[in-house]
T-cell receptor, first 114, second 108 residues
């Protein structure tokens, strides 16, 4: 199993550009989420999904869109990039069947917006 | 509102010394708490959770509901413990609320 994969690993955008961060998992997990990691602020939840076709906002959703058309994929779209979105983005997945409630994280995407 | 606080951004100790990473939380109800760790160039991974009451890599953490704390402890630090540590609690639908993180450095 590859676990949780993310692409790209690094990305530089200009202000106003749009892009999609890809996330996929092969563990048949129902739950997927996106976090951003900023120094001194820990990880903050952007959007999450409890299953295909169902998404909801987290703590910091502004400027981001998500969709969940399949169980495996959960892309994050930046509509019009801003310097404040410079961050490291992590995708995570977990299953309600896992009593440990462990979340599995991807390797991250480092995004710089100039 | 649910919140997790890690008061130390940086913590530096010598190899062989005891380590304690502090974590305090605010949560209405019975919290489920975790410690996640991120080693250099590796992805974030679960270290331990309070429900299992286990010791992983020599680390333990006890939930103290009276003090609303979940401090991570290890009696003898090792160089390979150097990493970023995050305390987190789970909030409905498996959403994690993270603390700010503590960067632990073990000096030889």
């Amino acid at each position: 199993n590859a676990g949780v994969t993310q692409t790209p690993k690094f990305q530089v955008l200009k202000t106003g550009q749009s892009m999609t961060l890809q996330c996929a998992q092969d563990m048949n997990h129902e739950y997927m989420s996106w976090y951003r990691q900023d120094p001194g602020m820990g990880l903050r939840l952007i959007h999450y999904s409890v299953g295909a076709g169902i998404t909801d906002q987290g703590e910091v959703p502004n400027g981001y869109n998500v969709s969940r058309s399949t169980t495996e994929d959960f892309p994050l779209r930046l509509l019009s990039a801003a310097p404040s979105q410079t961050s490291v983005y992590f995708c995570a997945s977990s299953s309600y069947r896992d009593r440990a409630n462990e979340q599995y994280f991807g390797p991250g995407t480092r995004l710089t917006v100039t | 509102a649910q919140r997790v606080t890690q008061p130390e951004k940086l913590l530096s100790v010598f190899k062989g010394a005891p380590v304690e990473l502090k974590c305090n939380y605010s949560y209405s109800g019975s919290p489920e708490l975790f410690w996640y760790v991120q080693y250099s160039r590796q992805r974030l991974q679960l270290l331990l959770r309070h429900i299992s009451r286990e010791s992983i890599k020599g680390f333990t953490a006890d939930l103290n509901k009276g003090e609303t704390s979940f401090h991570l402890k290890k009696p003898f630090a090792q160089e390979e413990d150097s990493a970023m540590y995050y305390c987190a609690l789970i909030q409905g639908a498996q959403k994690l609320v993270f603390g700010q993180g503590t960067r632990l450095t073990i000096n030889p």
